[in-house]
């Protein structure tokens, strides 16, 4: 069972046990993270799942895929080079500890 | 031995009239049957009506392709009544290209462009529907709502000219009743169709779109070489097949669901921010798209039962949106809640390309009224308009009652 730490805008923390095979925002939001929208419900059609992946975890994840790409121009936080959607984000062992923090707004 | 011999068969027809008047006890027999199940009205077919099958399906496009058709037609078999489409019709690596082209016309950020405009034409039109209500004491939330916002909106942003639009609603009707088995529903569609079909193909074309408009967009694509331009009047006529009927519905659904829960209108009314959540929710209550199909693309399986290619499969989208497994108390339509996951706009690589669009839609005719209006009422008896795949009314008599 993974877990994701999440750090949110404001700066509080919490730690969330993810069931594996999912994906990061389905995760975020069966914890009721109201920092996630998650509007389209994983399809990335609509940016509002939006996360800024610790810089220590860059690197271990698969790159985005070009609608990911496509849809990250759409977010309404700014976009930075660590910015993900987390409905693309599937979840495995290898992300144990993932360290997530959340952008001010999703819409 | 073959292991589908044991399945649970209902015999359920989704297409009688009676269940395209009240799906809900149908959907509740097929899941609560089993996760996949077999409808004797159509023996070769596997159904899911579970939440947990339906998201399997859509969101496993290599097993359960579409492009031998998302309707109970097999296309492997049957010639489809028109030459399919480039993008609901088709499978990647096709697919992927065309999607990329419609999903950056239609993107969130595209959106946030029109949507000034979108709003201030809702306002005015919820202001003339206050006005009708109060001078003839009801006003039809359909004709006069829930139909005219799209039919103005969605082509106004596509590029059509004014003249002929009620041909858009002709062949929407058309499309979706195509998706269904050869009824009378569709013998009806078929007749109405005949000069609309030409009227459609043309107005796919460039010389009959405003530049700069989203038709418009698709044939600078083709343009820059990303599509051919053999490939995008097609492509038009994807905005023009799916852009409106279904939003249209969408809208009419929600009034609905405002109108008979008077409660929950009352929690819009007070707090106008809950628009988005409140159409939202009357998409997961009350889904505009009833049913889609996928075809077994190869030997495959589903909750562990094993479905021979070439299959069609069934998925009830509304059955999955009040799935008890997913939705804690989902016969309730309650604006609060946050029903992310409904399988209303479909889930995957194809889910609806349009859904920006769509919500965009929903949220400000629904801001408009919630501003305006302190309550609404039923006003009479409403009417369905009978589709083998949409979730349509015919008529809404409603009061509007100002703030």
Same mark, same amino acid.
């Given at each position: 069972?993974?877990?994701?730490?999440?750090?949110?805008?404001?700066?509080?923390?919490?730690?969330?046990?993810?069931?594996?095979?999912?994906?990061?925002?389905?995760?975020?939001?069966?914890?009721?993270?109201?920092?996630?929208?998650?509007?389209?419900?994983?399809?990335?059609?609509?940016?509002?799942?939006?996360?800024?992946?610790?810089?220590?975890?860059?690197?271990?994840?698969?790159?985005?895929?070009?609608?990911?790409?496509?849809?990250?121009?759409?977010?309404?936080?700014?976009?930075?080079?660590?910015?993900?959607?987390?409905?693309?984000?599937?979840?495995?062992?290898?992300?144990?500890?993932?360290?997530?923090?959340?952008?001010?707004?999703?819409? | 031995?073959?292991?589908?011999?044991?399945?649970?068969?209902?015999?359920?027809?989704?297409?009688?009239?009676?269940?395209?008047?009240?799906?809900?006890?149908?959907? *509740?027999?097929?899941?609560?049957?089993?996760?996949? %199940?077999?409808?004797?009205?159509?023996? !070769?077919?596997?159904?899911? !009506?579970?939440?947990?099958?339906?998201?399997?399906?859509?969101?496993?496009?290599?097993?359960?392709?579409? !492009?031998?058709?998302?309707?109970?037609?097999?296309?492997?078999?049957?010639?489809?009544?028109?030459?399919?489409?480039?993008?609901?019709?088709?499978?990647? =690596?096709?697919?992927?290209?065309?999607?990329?082209?419609?999903?950056?016309?239609?993107?969130?950020?595209?959106?946030? *462009?029109?949507?000034?405009?979108?709003?201030?034409?809702?306002?005015?039109?919820?202001?003339?529907?206050?006005?009708?209500?109060?001078?003839?004491? *009801?006003? @039809?939330?359909?004709?006069?709502?829930?139909?005219?916002?799209? /039919?103005? %909106?969605?082509?106004?942003?596509?590029?059509?000219?004014? @003249?002929? &639009?009620?041909?858009?609603?002709?062949?929407?009707?058309? %499309?979706?009743?195509?998706?269904?088995? #050869?009824?009378?529903?569709?013998?009806?569609?078929?007749?109405?169709?005949?000069?609309?079909?030409?009227?459609?193909?043309?107005?796919?074309?460039?010389?009959?779109?405003?530049?700069?408009?989203?038709?418009?967009?698709?044939?600078?694509?083709?343009?820059?070489?990303?599509?051919?331009?053999?490939?995008?009047?097609? /492509?038009?006529? !994807?905005?023009?097949?799916?852009?409106?009927?279904?939003?249209?519905?969408?809208?009419?659904?929600?009034?609905?669901?405002?109108?008979?829960?008077?409660?929950?209108?009352?929690?819009?009314?007070?707090?106008?921010?809950?628009?988005?959540?409140?159409?939202?929710?009357?998409?997961?209550?009350?889904?505009?798209? *009833?049913?889609?199909?996928?075809?077994?693309? &190869?030997?495959?399986?589903?909750?562990?039962?094993? +479905?021979?290619?070439?299959?069609?499969?069934?998925?009830?989208?509304?059955?999955?949106? &009040?799935?008890? &497994?997913?939705? =804690? @108390?989902?016969?309730?339509?309650?604006?609060?809640?946050?029903?992310?996951?409904?399988?209303?706009?479909?889930?995957?690589?194809?889910?609806? %390309?349009?859904?920006?669009?769509?919500?965009?839609?929903?949220? +400000?005719?629904?801001?408009?009224?919630?501003?305006?209006?302190?309550?609404?009422? +039923?006003?009479?008896?409403?009417?369905? #308009? /009978?589709?083998?795949?949409?979730?349509?009314?015919?008529?809404?008599?409603?009061?509007?009652? =100002?703030?």
């Amino acid at each position: 069972m993974p877990k994701i730490h999440v750090i949110r805008a404001d700066g509080s923390t919490r730690d969330i046990e993810a069931g594996a095979g999912g994906s990061a925002m389905q995760a975020l939001t069966a914890a009721g993270e109201s920092g996630i929208v998650a509007e389209c419900g994983g399809s990335a059609m609509c940016a509002t799942c939006h996360v800024y992946v610790d810089q220590a975890w860059v690197e271990r994840l698969p790159a985005p895929l070009s609608n990911e790409l496509e849809m990250l121009e759409c977010t309404a936080s700014e976009r930075r080079p660590t910015s993900r959607l987390s409905c693309q984000i599937k979840l495995g062992d290898e992300l144990d500890g993932l360290v997530l923090h959340l952008p001010e707004a999703q819409q | 031995m073959n292991a589908t011999l044991t399945l649970p068969e209902l015999d359920l027809d989704p297409y009688s009239p009676e269940n395209l008047i009240d799906p809900y006890p149908m959907h *509740q027999a097929v899941r609560e049957a089993g996760p996949v %199940v077999r409808l004797k009205p159509y023996p !070769s077919v596997l159904a899911c !009506s579970r939440h947990e099958q339906v998201h399997a399906v859509l969101n496993d496009h290599a097993s359960f392709i579409s !492009s031998a058709g998302v309707g109970l037609s097999n296309f492997n078999r049957e010639a489809p009544f028109r030459p399919r489409s480039l993008i609901l019709e088709a499978d990647p =690596p096709q697919h992927t290209q065309m999607r990329a082209v419609l999903s950056r016309i239609l993107s969130p950020k595209a959106v946030m *462009q029109i949507r000034e405009t979108f709003a201030a034409e809702a306002e005015a039109l919820v202001d003339r529907c206050l006005a009708l209500s109060q001078s003839q004491g *009801q006003i @039809d939330g359909i004709q006069d709502l829930a139909q005219p916002y799209p /039919l103005k %909106v969605f082509p106004d942003a596509v590029g059509l000219e004014d @003249d002929g &639009r009620e041909n858009l609603l002709v062949y929407g009707d058309m %499309v979706f009743n195509s998706m269904g088995p #050869r009824n009378e529903l569709l013998a009806r569609s078929t007749e109405r169709v005949g000069p609309v079909t030409a009227w459609i193909m043309a107005h796919c074309a460039r010389e009959n779109l405003r530049p700069g408009g989203f038709g418009d967009q698709i044939y600078q694509a083709a343009d820059a070489g990303e599509i051919t331009h053999e490939q995008a009047p097609m /492509l038009v006529r !994807s905005f023009l097949s799916a852009g409106v009927d279904t939003t249209i519905n969408g809208l009419g659904n929600a009034l609905f669901a405002l109108a008979h829960h008077p409660a929950e209108y009352a929690r819009l009314h007070a707090d106008p921010s809950l628009s988005r959540p409140a159409f939202e929710e009357a998409l997961r209550w009350e889904s505009t798209a *009833q049913t889609f199909f996928r075809t077994a693309g &190869r030997d495959t399986e589903l909750a562990g039962v094993p +479905v021979p290619a070439d299959t069609k499969v069934l998925c009830f989208l509304a059955g999955a949106n &009040r799935d008890p &497994r997913k939705w =804690p @108390d989902p016969d309730r339509y309650d604006i609060g809640r946050r029903p992310s996951g409904h399988m209303a706009f479909g889930s995957g690589i194809h889910g609806c %390309v349009g859904q920006a669009i769509a919500r965009l839609e929903g949220e +400000v005719v629904l801001a408009a009224i919630a501003r305006r209006v302190k309550a609404i009422e +039923v006003a009479g008896p409403h009417t369905r #308009r /009978l589709n083998n795949t949409l979730r349509a009314l015919g008529t809404l008599p409603l009061r509007l009652v =100002p703030a």
